[in-house]
């Protein structure tokens, strides 16, 4: 369809709306103590979770692939003592971003229900699929080992309707309203928060350097809830 000279004369106003906000900041600070810190964890992990899994697959399959195409996910340390400054750190900026935001949380409290520690095997193949963690208002990822040649977070555009009607684009080299999924170049010390809404995934890594990072995920309750959970613990310790 074309329109006349007239009509092609006329001017748009550009406006962006819906957008998914995403933070990114380098906070190397960090690293140090969050490394010491997940070493720990990452070495329990392997001795009670992952060698248990590597003997199983071995046997399962006659061969020695070990723990090829797996990852080593800790538990979650959010309530360690060693970790409260970092811990309390994203704490606050996840309350910012959501405030940011424009959300209204201040009938809200901020809980954690996860906050743990993953490495890719050191053979190659690690990798998660595009996912979203369930009942979350934050997610957060802060990188401790990466580099070049290892994954990296991609975001994919949690609009249903959009990957519904969705167009070629003209040049997926470029950010664009036409883009399906980002990727962010990370550095140790990278940390990035996004929606707990937003789909994300990591590549398969080839085993050529380390890869380990940090992710939590926070919920916003209603301060009226979280107070009658704190009354229910109060009186089951009676």
Known sequence: MQGTNNESNIKFNSSQYFGTPVWSAQAPH??????????????????????KSNKERNKKFKSKVDDFGGSNHTESFNGDPKAKDFVNFIGARSYEFLDWCGFNISDHSLHFTECWAQEFSKKGGGHHNTHVHWNQHVSGFYFLKCSERTSLPVLHDPRQGASMTRLPQKDPSKITFANESVHYKILPGTMVIIPGYTPHQYPVDYGLDPFRFIHWNIQAVPTSISKDRSMKKKEEKK
């Open 30 to 51: 960090f690293l140090k103590m969050m490394l010491k810190l997940t070493d720990g964890y990452l070495k329990h992990t392997q001795k009670t979770v992952v060698n």
